[in-house]
Nanobody
Framework: QLQLVESGGGLVQPGGSLRLSCAAS????????IAWFRQAPGQEREGVSG????????CYADSVKGRFTISRDNAKNTVYLQMNSLKPEDTAVYSC????????????????????WGQGTQVTVSS
């Protein structure tokens, strides 16, 4: 079964850190760009970060720039999102998505279509 599985969410105090993982099952991520999205209750889903498989290019939403870092470990077939200096407004369900790419793109979280989505992991930032 081809799927993405996120993990690492939880409850953290403001200023704290979490590392989310997005692991692929049934396929390898080497040829896939990965993006992280989040959706808070009552709000639209928004792109958080993306990483290309072509050149490793990364991009971030302005709201997380300087606090979040996306990385990939193809040997572990996993993409990570390191989240530091977390704020209450970062509270949301975080999901990863994958799409095969064969060309360079400006930002992997601004593509129109993704082939695979994970089920999401809850991140709650609260004191």
């Amino acid at each position: 079964q081809l799927q993405l599985v996120e993990s690492g969410g939880g409850l953290v105090q403001p200023g704290g850190s979490l590392r989310l993982s997005c692991a692929a099952s049934g396929f390898t991520l080497d040829n896939y760009a990965i993006a992280w999205f989040r959706q808070a209750p009552g709000q639209e889903r928004e792109g958080v970060s993306g990483i290309s498989n072509i050149d490793g290019n990364t991009c971030y939403a302005d709201s997380v720039k300087g606090r979040f870092t996306i990385s990939r470990d193809n040997a572990k077939n996993t993409v990570y999102l390191q989240m530091n200096s977390l704020k209450p407004e970062d509270t949301a369900v975080y999901s990863c998505a994958a799409v095969p790419l064969s060309v360079r793109v400006l930002c992997a979280m601004r593509l129109t279509k993704y082939d695979y989505w994970g089920q999401g992991t809850q991140v709650t930032v609260s004191s």
